[in-house]
């Protein structure tokens, strides 16, 4: 059943500092996405909101000398100017510091509470004698209890993800005074996230088709290793909404949050007459998230247990996209390749972003790479010398030389819609176009964006190889309508190059669109070739080369600007969020300054070629018992089975984190057993002693592709 309307929701971008490249991954593609669904008229509507409450905003704030209502409008207004310079429109972006959110969490507490789903319990909490209050999670530093990384806060280890307590710290410290903190009870309201009946609906939910197969996958991992019950309130003080009848009680910013959603589509409905119950509780609305990976336990488990709980329409896909390096590592400041959005847009047409993040996305969850010079090359090598130059030669040509008039065509535009024959005819290139364009229609709806790319790149290569084939400044000596037939044809492929990017590079798509003369409001390969006998409008450049010199000022800038983020007057530096730390990424590999081991002896050519090396997907990874560096993998090589191997990463790579991660496999080593475990291969990784990174390729190749 289509649905009437599909209600897209991108994870909500915390409201204590600038947006960065990182958070536009998830951004741009959700839009892209949204843009494409109502373009091929599939009624979408794109919801998102500023998570505005938590420990981290009250900490900046007081940092600031702010209220933290103050500091979450001044964000706000800032995430508004940055969307819209990235092109990121959303039909509403609210806060969930609202009225309406306000209720909405009321009403699903009070729901929750009626259905026997809520239990009040005592627990220790952290203390502070100096500053008389329990201190909340990101108000308690200290070790963290999994990897021993120093100076971590009290819900997650910023250096390997895992979630805890802030009473499994070792060696706690009160983040407001740095005095230990003691251990004091407090009574607090718990989801049951582990009961029978909560656990029975999301093994159901898991095997629904919602989401990508590895992500349900290790989700399944975390149901089988049994799920804990959800905290949901926080002691005061906390900057949230009071729990009315738990006094002293402030709702935990992962209730509220998710409820954004909800809240931000009602306050949308009211300007569009449709109701809470046509938004939750309809099947005429499907629900679809876009989210990242760190943020996937509370959207497949804690998430749909609630909705499903006070019987609101579940999400039928959640859509988990990696994250993203840059030039191959996790975003650094102090190589300034933590980019604000704000600062690629003052060096850079975020256009080119866009275009290059789509390049690269898929339907997969696997992470995504900022390289600089890949990105100078696909935007001059693609969007400028293919697609903008052909605009600018067919518009071009005609305004000087044929009056700025299209002429006809020798075929009906019905025709274009059949197989192409072959023959390398006008007509049979025309459906070699429309072709394409029902590949790329499939292809948007799958949100494998990088396969538009590629079919884009197909569509400009015909009109580009047929205008150099056919010369129309050669036609024009001595058949001048021959010439404007070749024009006439090119400027059509030219059409469908601006109804089909426009969802990935919208105004680059509409200023093409006013070159050949008429609007583009829709995707459809049906209206294609039939731009015919019209003039086209007036040229204009459609986009510059971008050069080296810009990107290293760019990341000069970014240099330049530590410490002091943009995001409002005054404001202190952001507490990093989870999304600005690459899950999976590679660790930072040894300075230029370390030292660099000896090479070894040389080896000829025939000793290397016995070596076979294949790309590998990691489908599972886990801890082996009894041993600290060691992690079970098992890869896809393509082969009828995946492959088990053994590798000494644990130090350095969570294994959810690894999921997903394409890698390269010594294929052919002879199998060994560490720790009782045998392991068929091995994989790659730099190793400077100090630091470790696995080698990964830097395009989506297929499970056993060969590496020579």
């Not at 518009?395 to 072959?422: I, V, Y």
């Amino acid at each position: 059943m289509t649905p009437e309307r599909i209600l897209l929701t991108a994870a909500l971008p915390y409201a204590n500092g600038s947006l960065h490249l990182g958070h536009m991954v998830e951004y741009c593609q959700a839009d892209m996405y949204a843009r494409a669904l109502n373009r091929l008229g599939q009624k979408t509507i794109y919801i998102c909101a500023n998570d505005a409450h938590g420990t981290p905003i009250e900490l900046n704030a007081r940092k600031a000398g702010l209220a933290p209502e103050a500091m979450v409008a001044a964000v706000h207004a800032e995430h508004r100017r940055d969307f819209e310079r990235f092109d990121v429109a959303f039909d509403h972006f609210s806060s969930t510091h609202s009225d309406a959110n306000r209720e909405v969490v009321r009403a699903v507490y009070e729901s929750l509470r009626a259905k026997g789903h809520l239990e009040d319990r005592e627990v220790d909490g952290t203390w502070c004698d100096r500053d008389q209050r329990f201190l909340p999670d990101r108000f308690v530093k200290g070790i963290c209890p999994r990897c021993g990384a120093a100076d971590q806060y009290g819900d997650v280890c910023e250096a390997c993800k895992a979630t805890y307590s802030p009473t499994d710290l070792k060696e706690p410290r009160c983040a407001l005074c740095g005095e230990p903190p003691v251990i004091k009870k407090s009574t607090h309201v718990f989801f049951k996230l582990s009961a029978p009946d909560n656990v029975a609906f999301l093994r159901r939910f898991i095997d629904s088709g919602a989401l990508q197969d590895d992500v349900a996958n290790y989700v399944r991992g975390w149901i089988e290793g049994g799920l804990k019950d959800w905290c949901i309130s926080r002691d005061g003080p906390y900057f949230g909404f009071p729990i009315a009848d738990r006094p002293n009680k402030f709702f935990y910013v992962w209730m509220d949050a998710p409820l954004g959603y909800v809240a931000s589509s009602v306050e949308w409905g009211r300007e569009h007459a449709l109701g809470f119950e046509d938004l939750w509780r309809s099947p005429a609305t499907r629900i679809e998230h876009l989210i990242g990976k760190d943020i996937v336990y509370f959207h497949t488990l804690f998430w749909p247990a609630v909705l499903n709980a006070v019987g609101y329409t579940l999400p039928s896909r959640v859509h988990v996209h990696g994250m993203l390096t840059v030039n191959g590592e996790k975003m650094s400041k102090t190589r300034g390749t933590f980019i604000n959005a704000a600062t690629f847009a003052a060096h850079l047409d975020p256009q080119a972003l866009r275009y290059y993040y789509a390049s690269k996305y898929g339907a997969e969850s696997n992470d995504l790479d900022l390289a600089m010079d890949d990105l100078i090359f696909k935007v001059n090598g693609e969007l400028v010398n293919k697609h903008a130059n052909l605009f600018s030669r067919v518009s071009q040509f005609l305004s000087q030389k044929l009056d700025n008039r299209l002429g006809d065509l020798p075929f009906a535009a019905a025709l274009t819609l059949a197989e192409p024959t072959g023959d390398g005819t006008m007509l049979d290139l025309a459906r070699r176009v429309t072709r394409a364009c029902r590949r790329m229609e499939d292809f948007y709806r799958g949100r494998e964006l990088s396969q538009v790319v590629r079919e884009l790149g197909v569509v400009a290569d015909i009109g580009n190889e047929f205008m150099q084939t056919a010369k129309p400044w050669d036609q024009l000596k001595t058949d001048p309508e021959a010439a404007r037939l070749t024009c006439t044809f090119v400027a059509n492929v030219c059409e469908a190059l601006a109804m089909y990017l426009w969802p990935i590079i919208p105004r680059f798509a509409t200023a093409g669109a006013r070159i050949l003369g008429r609007p583009i409001d829709r995707m459809d390969r049906t209206a294609l070739f039939g731009l015919r006998n019209r003039p086209l409008g007036t040229f204009e450049r459609l986009f510059d080369r971008i050069d080296k010199k810009t990107t290293d000022k760019m990341i000069e800038a970014s240099k330049d600007s530590l410490g002091s983020p943009k995001a409002a007057p005054g404001c202190a530096p952001a507490v990093a969020a989870a999304a600005a730390v690459p899950i999976g990424a590679p660790h930072e590999v040894a300075p230029a300054t370390a030292v660099v081991a000896a090479p070894k002896a040389e080896i000829e050519i025939d000793q290397f070629r016995t070596l076979d090396l294949r790309v590998g997907k990691i489908a599972k990874a886990e801890a082996l018992p009894k041993s600290k560096k060691l992690l079970r993998l098992e890869i896809d090589l393509g082969e009828p089975t995946l492959r088990q191997v053994v590798a000494g990463i644990a130090h350095v790579y969570a294994p959810d984190a690894l999921v997903g991660t394409r890698v390269i496999v010594v294929a052919n080593l002879k199998p060994a057993k560490l720790f009782g475990v045998t392991s068929h291969g091995m994989v790659l990784a730099a190793n400077s002693g100090a630091k470790l990174c696995l080698l990964r390729p830097e395009h989506e190749l297929p499970p056993g592709t060969p590496v020579s």
